[in-house]
Structures are given as C-alpha cells and as structure tokens.
C-alpha cells in the first residue's frame, strides 16, 4: 500500500497549528477528527476502519511503526520515542517527529495532550499489555482537552461527558467503571444508576444492560462507558458536540 500524506500537507498540520492553548503547546490543531496510533495490537483492518472516520493520523511514539507497517505515514509522531525504530525514524521527515522527554507520563498522555481535535479515536492502546490497559483508561479521564475513544476488538471505551444520550438498543451491554468515586442519573438501563455510589474500590457498574437507547448524567468526571463498538459512527460525533469535564 502505498504511503500517504505529502509533506506540505504535513507543514500546515504541524507547524502552522502548533499554538499555546491552556498552557500546553498543541503539535496537532484540526477541525476534523483524529486518528492516534499507539504501539499496542492493532486487529486487521481497525486502522483502516479509524482512518475512514477520522483521517488525520498521528502516531505516538512506536505506533508510527505500527502506521508505516499498513502502509500509512503520520502527521505527527509524538512521544518520548524511546521505542521508535530507527528505520521508521529514518524515514520519517524530521519535522514530522515531537519528542517529549519526560518520563512521568505515557506515551499515549503525552500524544493526547498535544492535539486538539474534535474528537480523538485511539487504536493499538488496548490487548497487549494489562499496565498499558489500565494506564490508557487513567488519561482517558484526564482533563486533556480532546475527547476520545478507544477502539477494542468489541467495544468502545470512553470518558462519559456531563450529559450523553446513546443509541443503544435492547439488549445492548453497557458497562460502567468508576475511576474515582461517581454517582449519577440513567434512563435506559436494565439497572439505572440512579443514587449509585461507585469507586474503584466499591461498586461499579460493569455488564448492565439497555433497553433501549440509554441517557447518562454522571455528578462529576472520572466514569468510564463501554458500549459495543457498532456505536462507533454514531458515538464519534455525539463525543464531540457534548460538554466535557
């Protein structure tokens, strides 16, 4: 497959956009949705199912291996590129790659960090690694700035806004997992979160159950949604039009 994106078009999404927003410096500023690659598994054909939805590609860190290896080359390479090969590195045009050395954050948050877009859509974050897992649902619900979604072999997983309105249908799973302590309000689910606590520690709300489309409005951030991902298209650009935290 032949690679794509010419480097003019690089120079305006790079550098042109690369601008100060809530003191942190943007590598990637788009109007149109996102595409984020990381080093993890990437199932046959996810990149190509991302990229029809969301045609920018950037890739943190090792993930422009993962990019170049199904014939695509992204915009920004951004990370603390301690697992970047040498060969990508090499074919990549200098100014196509961000190095952010710190170490207390992976590479994902320092990726998603750096770009604003309407939405983000995230593959090869999920199914190698447990820590990476659980690190990549942690700056899921970081205040970062970009909504995104993370695409699984069969769900979504993403950070539930103030308010959302899903188009689920019966029988559909939903899961709910508290990263802090939450509560909230539901209409649509087999068992309503109405009056909940959760946490991490206690109560959570995996394997619930629409019957039918299901509204949410958690009291504060931090609770992750899981839903089938066949939502996808549907999902991307109710993400990016409700109020964040």
Known sequence: MQLIVSFCDQIVACFENCRNVGGRALIVDQIEPVTLVGGGAVAPGDLELALSLAPFLVAADSGADRAIAAGFEPRAVIGDLDSLSNVVRNQLAPNRIFEVAEQDSTDFHKALRHIKAPVVL????????????????????QPLGS?????????LIFHIPRQINLPTRAG???????????TGCSTGLKWPLDGVQMSPMGLIGTSNEATGPVSLTPNGPGLLGIIPRHHLPQLMPLI???LSW
């Open 122 to 141: 995230a593959v090869g974050f999920l199914g190698e690694r447990v820590d990476h897992q659980l690190a990549g649902f942690n700056t899921l619900v």
């Open 147 to 155: 909504p995104c979604i993370l695409l699984g072999e069969h769900e």
């Open 172 to 182: 559909d799973i939903v899961s709910l997992f508290p990263m802090g302590a939450v």
């Open 240 to 242: 990016s039009r409700s």
